[in-house]
């Protein structure tokens, strides 16, 4: 009798431990990992605007350690001994304790700025005669670049799925709480009972615990959820907007050292007709060694300067492939068809461009949605003010009478466990989430005046730029050149030695310089005011 006895309570303590390990975390969690760390379930997107730092639970107390001395749910709890005692987890008596998802604290998510490619600093340009080359009429425009990036570049890829992740953890916040068995033997003696030693029959229980949400903390969880999905799908939207923007700075980057290498390749040529005419004027004595040698040195240096030049192009256009994602081997045979010149009209008043960035810029519409998730957050801590109550069946109690040699009979019991919200009415995480409201808004107001600041900056750059690329078109250079010809022709004619006539040269070639850097610039001008707009009004 005393092997099956110990046998009996051997199979409850196993049954009971495996109860135990089930019983724990009840209910539907959403977990979350290190922010942004490699394989981490942090948001590769930022923070989430409206997302507090205890979104979705750290309700006081929610360890369980205070009631059932264990892990939150470890050890179920038991006033008394007998058929309808309560067996429920530690977590029934507190509001529930669910991680956020994709839970970060909140914040901007600045764009890291990229280096753009400049000119280089030595070497001499002159401007072309006739229309700017726009490359091969196929080649690479900017809409297809846009397009292939969207389509190949990894980076975008990776944060794609923060998408469907975010579905998951909707997925999960609508899943119900598990119902808790629970078996037990009771009344077992220690050898047995004796008419000296009486005791009760020893009673062996088998009880189903199931929770139900009365205060409809699933649904909240599932509105919290839903809601950060749209503000997650917002910040794709709003990675997209940084991506192209880099890829305005690559492409320009080409088509700017393209023009560079143009600019260089005519400046050699035409020094190569100096040289030669140097040359033949100090064959008739009516130039000096030293000018010969100060023709050669200025040759010398453009030459350097145009391989310097076409090094560049070939840069950038690994640089392009790298946000293609084109193959090493393949970015540098990468041909565009573009212009740095501006041939577009205007865009339209700056106030409709303010109203356009403020109503339409994704990082904006993320931190309005982001209001209604931390809003929805308020309504989630609420809800997790009252924990779920637990109904008790007992449908198999089974009395041991064999020791008195009278009939075991079976019983069945009913009970209900409800948590008293006297102390923790999740107080703290109520007051976390409305504070989180407000300041989710005042980020957001934040952020629409550094936008309207963004869009006035961007809209004067591109007005002073293009008032400068006139300016220099109109005026400054045709007068540079006129000064070159008209020197050059004294050169020719003997009244002035080439020390003058490579001075005005030099003046030339700086106007050149300044040409192309301002007409490069107005072209990323045009593009930046794309980026803070959010969309393209400038081709």
């Known amino acids: 009798m005393l092997r099956q006895i110990l046998a009996r309570v051997a199979l409850v303590a196993l049954s009971t431990a495996a109860v135990s390990e089930c019983a724990r975390a009840q209910g539907p969690t959403i977990e979350s990992g290190p922010s942004s760390s490699p394989g981490g379930e942090g948001s590769m997107l930022g923070s989430v605007p409206g997302m ?11 360890g369980g350690g205070v009631l059932s001395g264990g892990e939150q749910g470890g050890a179920p709890i038991s006033g008394r001994t007998g058929a309808t005692a309560p067996h429920v987890p530690a977590s029934a008596f507190n509001p529930s304790n669910l991680p956020s998802p994709n839970n970060q604290p909140s914040g901007f998510a600045a764009p890291i700025p990229r280096p753009t490619l400049n000119a280089p600093a030595y070497g001499s340009y002159s401007m072309p005669s006739g229309p700017e080359d726009d490359g091969p009429p196929d080649g690479l425009t900017l809409d297809q670049a846009i397009e292939q990036l969207i ?3 990894l980076d975008l890829r990776a944060k794609f799925y923060e998408i469907p992740q975010a579905q998951a953890d909707i997925l999960n916040a609508g899943l119900r709480s598990n119902p808790v068995l629970y078996a037990d033997a009771q009344l077992v003696p220690y050898g047995r009972y004796t008419r000296e030693r009486p005791g009760g029959q020893t009673q062996y229980d088998l009880n189903v ?3 139900l949400d009365l205060s ?6 599932t ?4 809601r950060a999905k749209r503000v997650i799908e917002a910040q794709y939207q709003d990675a997209v907007r940084l991506a192209i923007d880099q890829l305005y700075s690559a492409f320009v980057d080409v088509l700017s050292a393209r023009q560079t290498v143009r600019y260089a390749e005519f400046s050699v040529k035409g020094l190569n007709q100096l040289y030669n005419v140097t040359m033949e004027l100090y064959k008739r004595d009516q130039n000096t060694r030293a000018d010969v040698y100060r023709v050669q040195t200025q040759l010398n240096s453009a030459q350097v300067g145009l391989i310097d030049a076409q090094e560049n192009l070939r840069k950038a256009k690994r640089s392009l492939g790298v946000l293609l994602n084109y193959p090493p081997d393949k970015a540098e045979s990468i ?13 339209p008043p700056a106030d409709e461009l303010i109203r356009m960035a403020l109503g339409l810029r994704p990082d904006v519409v993320s931190y309005r949605l982001g209001v209604k998730t931390a809003e929805s957050n308020v309504r989630l801590q609420l809800a997790n003010r009252f924990s779920d109550v637990y109904v008790l069946y007992q449908p198999y109690t089974f009395q041991d009478n064999t020791p008195n040699g ?14 008293l919200p006297l102390y923790n009415r999740n107080q703290g995480g109520i007051a976390r989430a409305k504070l989180n409201v407000t300041q989710t808004q005042i980020q957001l107001a934040t952020l629409e005046r550094q936008v309207v600041t963004d869009v006035q900056q961007a809209i004067k750059e591109y007005e002073v730029t293009r008032t400068m690329v006139e300016r220099i078109r109109k005026e400054i250079e045709p007068a540079a050149r006129q000064v070159r010809d008209d020197t050059h022709r004294l050169y020719l004619g003997g009244e002035v030695n080439v020390v003058v006539f490579l001075g ?8 050149v310089k300044q040409y192309l850097d301002t007409v490069v610039r107005h072209r990323r001008a045009m593009l930046a005011l794309n980026t803070v707009l959010g969309q393209r009004v400038l081709p």
Do not use: C, F, H, M
């Open 52 to 62: 507090g730092g205890n979104s979705l639970g750290g309700s006081p107390g929610g």
């Open 151 to 153: 389509k190949g570049s």
């Open 209 to 211: 615990s199931y929770p």
């Open 216 to 221: 409809r903390k699933r649904q909240a969880r």
């Open 223 to 226: 509105l919290y959820a839903t």
């Open 335 to 347: 041909e565009v068809r573009g212009t740095i010149q501006d041939v577009a009209a205007p865009p």
């Open 406 to 419: 009278t009939k075991s009979p079976t019983s069945w019991a009913l009970g209900v466990t409800v948590p």
């Open 504 to 511: 005005a040269q030099r003046e030339y070639q700086d106007t």
